[in-house]
Nanobody, 120 residues
Framework: QVQLVESGGGLVQAGGSLRLSCAASGLTVSNYAMGWFRQAPGKERVFVAVIRWVGMTADSVKGRFTISRDSAKNTVYLQMNSLKPEDTAVYYC????????????????WGQGTQVTVSS
């Protein structure tokens, strides 16, 4: 049974940083496209970042967010710097076997999400 468990969300002031973690069980993160998505209130869930062989981030977070992977811990991270109020959302971790790594929210497995709130 696959489980993806996000952690690390919280309340932070604009300009601050957070690191989200996604601990996986039932799959090996290095064998999957591991993505991060976010959903703001009243909006659709959108792509943030993905890592398979290399990491890739959405234009809206490029230069501020970095995705990484620790294969020994079977965990994927999203380092978020220079946070802005518009980054406020529920952040979801997802896994998919397809290649190339998809950037749409059609992933096979999803975590429960973690709330990130950025105050101005």
């Amino acid at each position: 049974q696959v489980q993806l468990v996000e952690s690390g969300g919280g309340l932070v002031q604009a300009g601050g940083s957070l690191r989200l973690s996604c601990a996986a069980s039932g799959l090996t993160v290095s064998n999957y496209a591991m993505g991060w998505f976010r959903q703001a209130p009243g909006k659709e869930r959108v792509f943030v970042a993905v890592i398979r062989w290399v990491g890739m981030t959405a234009d809206s977070v490029k230069g501020r967010f970095t995705i990484s992977r620790d294969s020994a811990k079977n965990t994927v991270y999203l380092q978020m710097n220079s946070l802005k109020p518009e980054d406020t959302a529920v952040y979801y971790c997802a896994a998919d076997r397809r290649t190339p790594p998809p950037t749409t929210d059609t992933y096979e497995y999803w975590g429960q999400g973690t709330q990130v709130t950025v105050s101005s």
